[in-house]
Structures are given as structure tokens and as C-alpha cells.
């Protein structure tokens, strides 16, 4: 195990870490912009360096300052969080020339996976059910036009270098294909710097369910059950919950056991997500994997007992994963709220300020991961989650009123600081939601979208549920 890491991030995930290093024994170097100067982590961590303004790229995002930190402090390892430089397979292997350990995958395997044309065409290969689509990245529009006569429409454009939905366009005809390709291009290049696009069938309705495995260096590998992420907007996760629910439990252990065969096919090492949509006849296609530690990770963590965080430390430092598949147990029902400050009255604009009051919620199968305190300023350079509820219970129904219970103790006060609890509380109170059967539409439904008709989740037919080779 590590004497010393350095943390590569800030906010909620940053105290995450700097607590699993102190429960491990390992020190731990907090790094932190201008802007974060006042900040739990700086307090928590057993050192801090400041890396640069409040602007990410001259400071979360700015490598060379991150490796000075390390080299400083003699740290032998660095986790990068999510967000940030977390799946840059370019940083990854900067560290490494550097002499230090990347607490993730191998950078040839994060650089294999991030690439989501790439990723698609290897798991295809290691027998993952795929939705139909191209096998690689188009060149042309002729390319892209004969792909979706094939498969038929709708079909969805996405970027390969993109992830999280940014940049993808969904198609509904012919007629709109040459504009959308074009579009989906340039906004590739813009966003990513790589233009590069490829397409699939477009599913809908769908739940997103995604799998979170654990695999060492030696070949071993677990996976710890799904989360359903079907609770968007514009790409960002409001709500999560494992194990996903109303699916059968034939289907949730083939989704699981088919994101393992995945992750043991590419090599992977460390923590990491593999995500599919379910449909209507709980077939379940693969669509890209998530190369670190997510958001949700305490929703698996409290129906496993399993701390991924200790988990990714122990890969990292190249310590045999002890935990065996027939040792995770799924246990009970965990939800995740996530609260932002911003208003879900005005298009969920940030709104930053200083924090009057902030008392998390606590209690029985309660678990508050936040960087917030009383008097602690949010400010508008970094995105807005403050913090993440999570609750354990037996049951969905427990579940969902000890939910209820905790958002109601929830204080959070401040001039012009809002939070996204109000919305939280209308998902929660759908009766579709409440039922387990919702999908990638409920959101925009709430939100009176146009276009989102067609969201609900029929009864399930678990008969349907497609095994794979
Ligand atoms: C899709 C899809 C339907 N069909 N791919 C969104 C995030 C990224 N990880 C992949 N995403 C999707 N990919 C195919 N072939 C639906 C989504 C999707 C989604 C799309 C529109 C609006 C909300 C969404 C929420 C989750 C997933």
C-alpha cells in the first residue's frame, strides 16, 4: 500500500478520498485552486498545495502543476476524482513518465475504452450485445446514410471522443441525416478536438442501467450490481439507485455478468462502470464504459458494504483483490439524491453564494457526502453539486421514505443560493418513479418537454432477456 497520494480534484470526491486515505493509513496531499482555498479537503487532508486560479484548466485540469504538487509533497500515487483529468489516458501515462502511480486503468486501456467507437467494437468482440450500428467511425455522410437504411431509423450520432451524451444527435429520418452528421462533426471537433463520429440505433424508451465492477492487475475481477441512471437532465444524473429496479433478477445478473466478461476482455484495472439500455422486453444492449470512479459510487457501496475507494487504493498499489463474487451480496435497496445549488425554476441555472445555514441530513441508513459546511462560499467556477444524499434500506418503499425523511431535514440556506431538493421531491412523488418504471424520458416529462410522450416502461417480460455468448 501507499505511504502518500495526492488527491486531483476538489468538492465532495475530494474529501471522499482524503477519508478512505486516512482510514488506510495512507497520507494524503489536497490540491486546490484560488478559488477552493477555504475548502474542506485543505482542512481534511494531511497536506495541501495550492496549483492555480480558480480557472480549472491553470489549475484541476493543468497536469504539469499536478505532477509539481506530487514531486513536492513525495507523493507515489495520484487520484484523479471524476470529472477533470480523471479519463485522460494523455495524463494517465504523464504520471507514470513521472514516476507515479495512477490510481485507474492502464492508459492504453483508458485510451482503448474512451474512445467509444473503439470501446463498442471490443466489446462486440468479447460477445457484448451491442444495438445495431457501425462498426467503426464514418468518413462520410454516404457512409453514415448507409448505415442507418441498414439498421433503420431512429439512429443516434454520437461522438467518439465525447462520453456522458455530450454532442450526440438523434435522427428521426433520412431527410435530417446530412445536417445532423455535419453538426455532430463539428461539434466534435469543437468540443473535443477529434471529429470523429460513429452511429447506433437509437433506443427509446430505455433505462440506463449501468454495472460497477472492481478487476486487479492478476486478472481478478468483480462486479457489484447495477445502478439505474434513467433520472437526467441534459445528461446530468439527478437521482440513482441499486439495484436498478422492476428488472428481473435473471436480467440484472446477465447485464452484471456480461459488463465482467467486458472488463476482463480489455484488461481493465481498478474500479470502473459499464453502462447499457434496457428496454421494454429487458434486452440489454452495451454502450460505453466510464474509466474511474463515478458520482453514484455509494449506491453500490451501500449494497455491498464493499468501500470502492479502499478497493481502487489496493488495486492501485498492486495488492490481489481479496473479495470474491461469491462474497459480494446484494443487500436491500440504496438510493442517491443529488443536490445542487441551482434553480430548478429558472432552467436550473447555477447559484452560487454563501452557505447561512447547511445542516446534512443524518440518521438511520443516511449517508451525506457533501463539501458543504455553514459559512462555506459556492462559488460559480466549478459545477454545482454540493452534495449527495444516500439511503440505505430493506425495501424500495423503506427506501423511498427514508429518502423523503432525509430531504426534510436538509437545511441549506443562503442570499440568492438555491438548490435543486424541490425537483428531487417531484421525481420522487412520480408515480411511475414510485412504481421502479421509468426511463430515460421521465425527466423532460416532468419538465413539460415537447417530445417526451412516449417515456413510460411497460410491464416487464423478463422471459425476453437476451443471454449472451
Ligand atoms: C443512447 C440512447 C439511445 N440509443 N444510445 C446518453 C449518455 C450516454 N452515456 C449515452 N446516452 C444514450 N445513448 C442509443 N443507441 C440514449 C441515451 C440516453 C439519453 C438520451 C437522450 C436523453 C436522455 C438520455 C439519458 C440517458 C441515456
Redesign the pocket.
Known sequence: MFEKILIANRGEIALRVARACRELGVRSVAVYSVADRDSAVVRLADEAVCIGPADARQSYLNAAAIIEAARKTGAEAIHPGYGFLSEDADFAEICADNGFVFIGPRPEVMAALGDKSKARALMGDAGLPL?P?SLATLDTVAQARAVAEEIGYPV?I?CAAG???RG?S?VHSAEDLASAYDRTRVVAQAAFGDDRVYV?????P?R?VEVQVLCDGYGNGVHLGTRD??V?RR?QKLIEEGPAPALSGVTLDAIAETALRGALRAGYTGAGTF?F?VDEAERF?F??INCRIQVEHPVTEMITGVDLVHEQLHIAGGVPLRLRQEDVRLQGVAIECRVNTEDPDRNFLPTPGRLTRFTPPSGPGTRTDTHGYPGYLVGPYYDSLLAKVVVWAPDRDLALGRMERALHEFEVDGPGVHTTIPFIRRVLDDAGFRKGRYS??LV?RLLGAPDSAKESVPASSAHLSRRTR
Open positions: 444495438p450500428g443516434i454520437k462520453g456522458g451524451g450526440m438523434v447506433e440505433r437509437y433506443l427509446n430505455a440506463h441512471c434513467s437526467q445528461h453502462e439500455l444492449q454502450i460505453e430515460t424520458g423532460d
